[in-house]
């Protein structure tokens, strides 16, 4: 049958197994929206405020289920507005397709009318870029997207699709499967057999997992291989949910604001096995110094990995999944007594710190400290998916939230992208049905409070907590330490009313300042069945600690501000 | 830093050297020279690319270059088992009291003079980069007026192929 390219974009989409994509229509996508509408029924459309909001929902959504999250919109200014969304699922790893429209095929190069070269811009924050001028070759590039997209280490695919050749008509055969990703590299025997000879040798061996655990599925592995060798585990910011947090060999992040026990087990251990993960600069601080006292296991799906940021005595490439399991099988299984005991201890030197700072500090004993409020939310929030914004808030959520399964802890780690919360946690939410709750901070929300339109709209069950301190945290703590307390542009004089906000936007909101107040809010803010802003107020002066210092080590660690 | 020659079979699609050439920037590698060219098959180019790094870059840039979807194969070649050729054109001054040392310096290079004028001749020369570059050296008193490289192409010797077809 004859049918239009825009009617094959959303045929091919729904074959691939895709029921909602998130978007905004404009000039260039109008025939693709005119498909979407009269296939209203078997796709579900979600508009957002702005095209950012959009990929974002559709990075949400993809980090919640795993599935290929979709986003489409129109040319020029909306394929530009994209690109912060595609580099912040590009830095996590998040399968997302972009599909843009362009003007027609004759008037590209002419700068025509919202025409930009959006191949060109996402060429270097894409795993790979189409631009489709023959309709014959429209479907199966789509298809080739979505294998792309999923394959090996996943990642976002832009398709930028030219008015005519959406117009145009061609012949389509819907397949009856969506494609199945590129074979998959499995790690060669002997090094996994090297590896267990490595870890069968150490006597402190720790598990350093990224997100790779959660994208290769490799939890249960995981677990089984450091309860069989006795390992504690620790993880990046991208690891986080891979692991119960209650688990008792898991120690938490690690890294620059990582737990303090997890950061020196690290540093004490004498073999660190890396799963997943990249060692950002976020995660080892000075390089030269991070690796000086313990050997290195690295395995990771993405061979461009291994030795890239720190140089890896063993380095395997392959399956998380199966490699894991395979090296389990391997290892033999031990109790490490001396071990744990260091681990306990620093456990407990940890809790110590953590009591100490929550009972000291500026802030005083009625006011609202940043752990309260996870606390006091976390208590609420039942399964919900925890999204974050950017900040101080994301990583006092990192570090005190009590995840407990895979997929519940939505934020941008690599690109960390402020203004990525809304969108996210209103993708998070449609894809898995649930209730989101956004933490984010008064910078950040100032960033993707727009969404509160889509939020209101689709009535999503939507907690945002604003950890509001009238300045941009995170920065004014690095002046704090580094620059003399020069508050250059971080004290945010506004005087937004983010309660009455939330109800200029049809929402509801509450203020508070006290944990009884908050409470109080978040009693109602998860009786209702939309969206709900709780405001609340803390302290300019709170820190996040532990902190290692940018580019120091865990020598320099800062673990109280005198 | 030594030098390092990679031979990459890639899609003969548009946008491919973007892409290639775009990973070494985007990752702060320096390319010394990059030539593109087709092969036997019409649906694969091939690109040379050489850049001075150590070991461990060379791997940086071989495990980038393989993740790109349109690049089919990636192989370093071998420094001693390789013919690596580069071609010159040279524009220099035609000087009565300058010509027998160029034509000199041609014949010894196994140069040819490809273009004569009163006002100026073209050489042109096929060779190892080293050579290329001494033949430039030795032109340099006598007056060049432009001259253009094509960067190189390289070859493995014997049966190590890089396949256009997996």
Same mark, same amino acid.
């Given at each position: 049958m004859l049918i239009s390219g825009a009617k094959i974009v959303v045929e091919t989409l729904i074959e691939q197994g895709c029921s909602t994509v998130f978007g905004y229509p404009g000039g260039q996508v109008i025939n693709l929206f005119d498909e979407l509408y009269l296939c209203r029924d078997r796709i579900d459309h979600v508009l957002t405020a702005h095209e950012q909001g959009a990929a974002h929902a559709a990075d949400g959504y993809a980090r919640a289920t795993g599935k290929v999250g979709v986003v489409i919109a129109t040319s020029g200014p909306g394929a530009t507005n994209l690109v912060t969304g595609i580099a912040t699922a590009y830095l996590d790893s998040v399968p997302l397709i972009a599909i843009t429209g362009n003007v027609p095929c004759g008037l590209i190069g002419r700068d025509s009318f919202q025409e930009v070269d959006i191949v060109g811009i996402t060429m270097p924050i894409t795993k790979h870029n189409f631009i489709v001028k023959d309709i014959n070759e429209l479907a199966d590039t789509l298809r080739t997207a979505f294998k792309i997209a999923k394959s090996g280490r996943p990642g976002p695919v832009l398709v930028d699709i030219p008015?005519? @050749?959406?117009?145009?008509?061609?012949?389509?055969?819907?397949?009856?499967?969506?494609?199945?990703?590129?074979?998959?590299?499995?790690?060669?025997?002997?090094?996994?057999?090297?590896?267990?000879?490595?870890?069968?040798?150490?006597?402190?061996?720790?598990?350093?997992?990224?997100?790779?655990?959660?994208?290769?599925?490799?939890?249960?592995?995981?677990?089984?291989?450091?309860?069989?060798?006795?390992?504690? =585990?620790?993880?990046?910011? =991208?690891?986080?949910?891979?692991?119960?947090?209650?688990?008792?060999?898991?120690?938490?992040?690690? !890294?620059?604001?990582?737990?303090?026990?997890?950061?020196?087990?690290?540093?004490?251990?004498?073999?660190?096995?890396? %799963?997943?993960?990249?060692?950002?600069?976020?995660?080892?601080?000075?390089?030269?110094?991070?690796?000086?006292?313990?050997?290195?296991?690295?395995?990771?799906?993405?061979?461009?990995? %291994?030795?890239?940021?720190?140089?890896?005595?063993?380095?395997?490439? !392959?399956?998380?999944?199966?490699?894991?399991?395979?090296?389990?099988?391997?290892?033999?299984?031990?109790?490490?007594?001396?071990?744990?005991? &260091?681990?306990?201890?620093?456990?407990?030197?940890?809790?110590?710190?953590?009591?100490?700072?929550? &009972?000291?500090?500026?802030?005083?004993?009625?006011?609202?400290?940043?752990?309260?409020?996870?606390?006091?939310?976390?208590?609420?929030?039942?399964?919900?998916?925890?999204?974050?914004?950017?900040?101080?808030?994301?990583?006092?959520?990192?570090?005190?939230?009590?995840?407990?399964?895979?997929?519940?802890?939505?934020?941008?780690?690599?690109? !960390?992208?402020?203004?990525?919360? =809304?969108?996210?946690?209103?993708?998070?939410?449609?894809?898995?049905?649930?209730?989101?709750?956004?933490?984010?901070?008064?910078?950040?929300? !100032?960033?993707?409070?727009?969404?509160?339109?889509?939020?209101?709209?689709?009535?999503?069950?939507?907690? @945002?907590?604003?950890?509001?301190?009238?300045?941009?945290?995170?920065?004014?703590?690095?002046?704090?330490?580094?620059?003399?307390?020069?508050?250059?542009?971080?004290? %945010?004089? &506004?005087?937004?009313? +983010?309660?009455?906000?939330?109800?200029? +936007?049809?929402?509801?909101?509450?203020?508070?300042?006290?944990?009884?107040?908050?409470?109080?809010?978040?009693?109602?803010? +998860?009786?209702?069945?939309?969206?709900?802003?709780?405001?609340?107020?803390?302290?300019?002066?709170?820190?996040?600690?532990?902190?290692?210092?940018?580019?120091?080590?865990?020598?320099?660690?800062?673990?109280?501000?005198? | 830093m030594d030098q390092y020659v990679i031979g990459v079979i890639v899609s003969n699609v548009s946008g491919v050297l973007s892409r290639v050439s775009g990973m070494f920037t985007r990752r702060g590698f320096n390319i010394d020279c990059l030539t593109v060219g087709e092969t036997e098959s019409s649906g694969f180019s091939r690109i040379t690319v050489a850049f001075h790094g150590d070991d461990d870059i060379k791997e940086r840039i071989v495990q980038q270059l393989q993740k790109l979807h349109d690049v089919r194969e990636v192989e370093v070649l071998s420094r001693t088992e390789t013919v690596v050729r580069e071609l010159l054109l040279i524009k220099i001054r035609n000087k009565a009291d300058s010509r027998q040392d160029i034509m000199t310096a041609v014949e010894i290079f196994r140069s040819k003079i490809v273009d004569y004028s009163p006002t100026a001749l073209i050489c042109e020369l096929t060779g190892e980069t080293s050579k290329i570059d001494a033949f430039i050296e030795l032109l340099k008193p006598y007056g060049i007026m432009e001259m253009c490289r094509t960067g190189i192409v390289a070859i493995e010797r014997g049966d190590n192929c890089l396949k256009t077809v997996k």
């Open positions: 008015k005519d @050749v959406q117009v145009a008509k061609c012949e389509f055969e819907p397949k009856t499967q969506p494609v199945i990703p590129y074979p998959i590299p499995f790690a060669p025997d002997d090094k996994l057999e090297k590896a267990a000879d490595m870890i069968n040798a150490a006597e402190r061996p720790y598990i350093y997992f990224g997100g790779g655990i959660i994208s290769g599925k490799a939890s249960e592995e995981l677990i089984t291989l450091a309860e069989k060798i006795d390992a504690p =585990m620790g993880c990046s910011l =991208m690891g986080l949910s891979a692991v119960p947090c209650d688990h008792p060999l898991f120690l938490g992040m690690q !890294g620059m604001h990582g737990h303090y026990a997890s950061s020196v087990a690290e540093d004490e251990a004498d073999l660190v096995i890396a %799963l997943g993960a990249r060692f950002s600069d976020r995660a080892t601080g000075n390089k030269n110094r991070f690796s000086k006292n313990f050997r290195i296991i690295h395995i990771d799906i993405d061979g461009a990995e %291994l030795h890239k940021n720190i140089s890896a005595d063993l380095a395997i490439k !392959g399956d998380i999944k199966d490699s894991v399991s395979r090296l389990t099988e391997l290892v033999g299984e031990k109790k490490r007594p001396q071990w744990e005991e &260091r681990i306990s201890q620093l456990r407990q030197e940890e809790l110590q710190r953590t009591e100490n700072a929550l &009972r000291s500090g500026k802030a005083a004993q009625h006011q609202l400290r940043p752990y309260d409020i996870v606390d006091i939310i976390s208590a609420y929030a039942d399964d919900a998916v925890i999204a974050t914004d950017v900040g101080q808030h994301q990583m006092w959520t990192a570090q005190r939230y009590p995840l407990k399964k895979p997929r519940t802890f939505i934020t941008s780690g690599g690109l !960390g992208t402020m203004g990525f919360g =809304m969108g996210a946690a209103i993708g998070a939410s449609i894809a898995s049905g649930k209730r989101a709750v956004l933490f984010t901070g008064d910078g950040s929300f !100032g960033m993707d409070l727009n969404e509160l339109a889509t939020a209101v709209s689709r009535n999503i069950p939507l907690v @945002v907590v604003i950890f509001n301190n009238n300045s941009l945290g995170m920065v004014r703590q690095w002046q704090t330490l580094f620059f003399d307390g020069h508050y250059s542009n971080t004290v %945010l004089d &506004r005087s937004t009313d +983010f309660v009455k906000l939330a109800e200029a +936007f049809g929402a509801k909101g509450a203020r508070a300042s006290s944990k009884e107040e908050l409470e109080k809010a978040a009693a109602e803010a +998860f009786a209702v069945s939309g969206p709900f802003v709780i405001d609340c107020t803390v302290d300019c002066d709170e820190f996040v600690l532990p902190m290692l210092p940018p580019g120091g080590s865990i020598d320099d660690i800062i673990t109280e501000i005198k | -």
